[in-house]
């Protein structure tokens, strides 16, 4: 298959615009767009420029034109600056003029209420009438500094550099480019979203993803409209190019306030979080933070951990540093004996022994230079922050000298603060200069340093594909969608105790036992079968907090208390709940763990990202500790579970706490795997609490859990309710070669990059020719991260392999692979396929091929579309035996064009 550019390309680098509404009139909108664009016509600027105003016969000294539809050229870009009432009449002219992007800058649309949305939404059909993208309305523009290309109301241009900057504010646009020239700090492409209508974050991020003049990508973020599509493409991005972003809206005034501006609802703050670190992105808190990560992240460092070392020569700052660590979560770092050793052979005898390194107020570079190099080397210190004050016997100046050529000898983060400003300003200069991080106070430094670490935290998040059923004793899915089909059935929402614990059983989660008596004999004879001592709840569906209607006895040690509780929690909930519908008492175990936790685990759906999991304090801790909660998007694998367990205070008390044993973190870590696939598997689940799910050192049990429930139309897609699309391990098939070989096709996963890139050098020169137009050794490093690190919702691989013992290294053996990606119609995709050269001819192809054609139907695609060499006669051939109709390529005559029709 023949990779065209990204077909955002012609929006950001237009070879041919028109600014409609252009003007001279000063101060203007339409006067500031234009005279941009003539300014770069000398700078860079290749293509063609129009200007669109029917009352003027020139702009600036250049031809106007009445309308779109007159200009004698096809344009790529059409810039609408007009009043928001003349806007879908313009986009329509647009379309019928051939127009293939618009980029709406007005404003009073959707953000000035019901008539501007109306206008809105009539542009939007206006341009999908004619397959037109539109961006907007109400941003600033682009800019695309390389290619001449700045279609923005902001002053001035931008440097040209390697820095990928999407915002939904333009105001925040503007400030940061004002920034941004006096530092010398150069942008790829600069996009204002807006609205967001219709192309949204994500499609601009794939479009960064593809072009090779961003490295490193800036988000501001006030809402997400589209979370499937949202952390599709920033994993995608985040897999290649280090991702940093800022989100307003952490608390609820400023929700109201993005709300207002975007027209986009905001997740909980918490879920936000989740979500960027499972996505392999750096959160930032402020513009500040981004204006130093731009000029310092990724600089030249290899980010490891989060283990800080902190060298100074003054006590009050190290510990400020060090309070400010423990406020955000970094620890400091433990030194090794040996670095101890070699630290108290070069510093004097009055140095802290320990982190913060105090060396002492009269520390000349030369200590510097040895505490450094010790700490750098010592494997149990992930980075430095090293602090300065200008004390007397200090030389500011040489000790930063000493730093940076100690930092050049490292890739380890290096983080200074020389305090002060009139004794450390050169030494300032000298770190700017060689790209090491100063700050004038210890706080941001560590912040930063906390940045960098978070950094590498989450790529190794981001690398985990968990699939929605771990290779275990697999759940009984039958048995729990008949409990919900069940109450569904019956108009409930809620599932009584009961049936959610019916649910948790069915996915292997250990529970204690519940059964409903209606009568006090009949309780008396249901605990007699349980065994004493009991709990004994109310039964009632429309009463989820039970303790407070007061309905539960606990630690009932004869028959004749659980006798008398009976009518007790029938009266007693009557009166505090009179619309209370009792279908009984509930009687389980009491269960006596003298070494158990209490804790909780549930689901609940975020109104952004759909199914979220929390762990954190149960029973009464719910309450007083509410906030030490650790949440995290499905699917979870145990590593993921492992992060999520020790992010919270919670995880503390799990080892050996108060003369207690560590309890089983197999058991804890086995009921939130549980949990994940029920969250993955039962689309249904709106909410649920396992309050408390209690854990000793034998295991762990649940008892007690709630449940409620949504009567859901199934989609296409079996994992359509999440995020995070799991590993598809149920697509994985295998067959037997008539030499008696066994066949093994599966989705492709992120480990497999090696076994593809081996594959790729086997290639024959002709089989990479017709492949990848060109013949070359082997992949990139990029190359293999978007071939292999996949989103499975929007795009699909599949790997035929053969058995180890066919391979040099004792691996499996790649022997073929097709892949295919939707395109943004969400209507057709595009294949590709290659086989090894001695598979070929053998029928793996045609496998391949039926596995993505039946799984690209099965996502309720309706094309599969197919670029091909038209001197690849067997591939030709080969795809009109599968269906596939060739024509000739609208834009290279070298090519064919096929297209199936799957639906």
């Known amino acids: 298959m023949h990779y065209e550019q990204h077909y955002l390309t012609p929006l950001f680098e237009p070879k041919s615009v028109a600014i409609i509404g252009a003007s001279e009139t000063p101060g203007s909108i339409g006067a500031t767009l234009a005279r941009n664009m003539l300014d770069n016509l000398d700078a860079g600027y290749k293509g063609k420029l129009f200007f669109v105003n029917p009352r003027h016969d020139t702009v600036f000294g250049q031809p106007s034109y009445d309308s779109v539809e007159s200009i004698p050229h096809r344009l790529d870009l059409a810039v609408i600056c007009t009043k928001a009432q003349t806007v879908p009449a313009i986009v329509d002219a647009c379309g019928r003029a051939g127009c293939r992007n618009a980029i709406v800058i007005s404003g009073g649309f959707t953000e000035a209420g019901p008539r501007g949305a109306s206008l809105e939404r009539a542009a939007v059909e206006s341009a999908r009438r004619y397959r037109m993208r539109l961006l907007g309305p109400n941003c600033l523009g682009i800019m695309r500094p390389t290619s001449g290309v700045n279609l923005t109301f902001a002053h001035g241009n931008a440097v040209p550099g390697t820095l990928g900057l999407i915002s939904q504010s333009g105001a925040l646009c503007t400030a940061i480019l004002d920034w941004a020239l006096p530092n010398n700090v150069g942008f790829s492409t600069v996009v204002s979203l807006g609205a967001e209508s219709d192309v949204d974050f994500g499609e601009v991020l794939d479009y960064m993803v593809a072009d090779p003049r961003t490295e490193n990508i800036f988000l501001y973020i006030e809402g997400i409209k589209n979370a499937r599509r949202f952390m599709s493409a920033l994993r995608a991005a985040a897999r290649c190019k280090p991702v940093l972003l800022i989100k307003v809206g952490r608390h609820p005034a400023g929700e109201q306030a993005a709300l207002s501006h975007t027209g986009a609802l905001v997740g909980a703050d ?138 050049g000898k490292s890739d380890k983060p290096i983080v200074t603060c020389w305090m002060g400003e009139e004794q450390v300003r050169e030494a300032r200069l000298l770190f700017k200069g060689a790209g090491v991080p100063s700050f004038r106070t210890p706080e941001p430094a560590v912040e930063l340093f906390s940045h960098i670490s978070a950094y590498y935290r989450n790529q190794q998040l981001l690398m985990q594909t968990p699939a929605a059923i771990a290779d275990h004793v697999p759940p009984r899915l039958e048995s729990a969608r008949l409990v919900i089909e069940t109450a569904l059935a019956e108009g409930r929402k809620t599932l009584n105790e009961m049936e959610s614990k019916a649910l948790l059983a069915a996915f292997r989660i250990p529970i204690a036992q519940t059964v409903v008596a209606r009568s006090p004999s009949e309780a008396m004879v249901l605990a007699e079968e349980i065994g004493l001592p009991v709990v004994m709840k109310i039964d009632a569906p429309n009463i989820t907090h039970k303790t407070d209607s007061g309905g539960v006895r606990l630690n009932l040690n004869s028959l004749a208390a659980v006798r008398d509780a009976y009518p007790e929690i029938i009266e007693e909930v009557k009166k505090n709940r009179p619309d209370a519908i009792i279908h009984g008492v509930a009687i389980e175990p009491m269960i006596q763990k003298a070494n158990g936790r209490e804790l909780i685990v549930g689901m609940v759906r975020d109104e952004i990202f759909g199914p979220t999991i929390v762990f954190g304090p149960g029973g009464v801790g719910t309450e007083t500790h509410g906030k030490d909660r650790a949440v995290a998007l499905p699917p979870l694998n145990r590593f993921l579970v492992a992060d999520m367990l020790a992010s919270t205070r919670t995880s503390a008390r799990l080892g050996e706490f108060r003369n207690m044993p560590p309890v089983s973190m197999e058991a804890l870590e086995a009921v939130l795997l549980r949990v994940s696939e029920m969250v993955c598997e039962l689309p249904w689940i709106q909410e649920m609490d396992i309050n408390p799910l209690i854990v000793d ?207």
């Open 270 to 407: 918490d879920v936000f979080d989740a979500a960027v670190r499972r996505a392999g992105v750096v959160r930032l808190g402020s513009v500040g933070q981004m204006y130093a990560a731009a000029s310092a992240l990724f600089s030249h460092f290899r980010p490891r951990g989060n283990r800080l070392a902190i060298i100074t020569n003054g006590g009050g700052p190290g510990v400020m540093a060090a309070d400010h660590a423990a406020d955000i979560g970094i620890p400091l770092a433990k030194l090794s004996p040996a670095t101890v050793v070699k630290l108290t052979e070069a510093l004097p005898p009055t140095w802290s022994k320990t982190n913060p390194l105090d060396i002492v107020g009269d520390a000349d570079p030369a200590r510097y230079a040895a505490a450094l190099e010790a700490c750098l080397e010592d494997p149990q210190v992930d980075g430095v922050l090293t602090i300065l004050t200008p004390q007397a016997m200090t030389d500011p100046t040489q000790a930063a000298r000493t730093v940076i050529e100690t930092a």
């Open 697 to 903: 050192e034998q295991g762990a049990v649940a008892v007690d859990a709630c449940i409620s429930i949504a009567n859901l139309a199934l989609t296409a897609g079996r994992y359509d309710h999440m995020a995070i699309h799991p590993y598809p391990s149920h697509k994985t098939t295998s067959y037997q070669t008539p030499d008696g070989r066994t066949v093994t096709i599966r989705p492709i996963k992120p480990e497999d990059a090696d076994m593809e890139q081996e594959f790729v050098k086997r290639l024959s020169p002709e089989t990479k020719y017709f492949r990848f137009m060109n013949t070359i050794r082997e992949l990139s490093q990029a190359q293999l991260t978007r071939l292999t690190q996949i989103d499975y919702d929007r795009e699909m691989a599949f790997v035929a392999t053969v058995g180890s013992e066919e391979s040099v290294g004792g691996e499996p053996l790649e022997v073929g692979v097709a892949r295919y990606a939707t395109n943004p119609d969400g209507e057709s995709c595009e294949f590709a396929i290659v086989v090894a050269d001695d598979w070929q001819g053998k029928g793996l192809a045609r496998r391949l091929m039926g596995v993505i054609i039946d799984t690209a139907r099965s996502r309720g695609l309706k094309y599969m579309n197919g670029d091909f060499l038209a001197e690849n006669t067997r591939m030709l051939a080969f795809v009109q035996s599968l269906g596939f109709v060739l024509s000739p390529h609208p834009d290279d005559s070298g090519l064919k064009r096929g297209v199936l029709v799957l639906n």
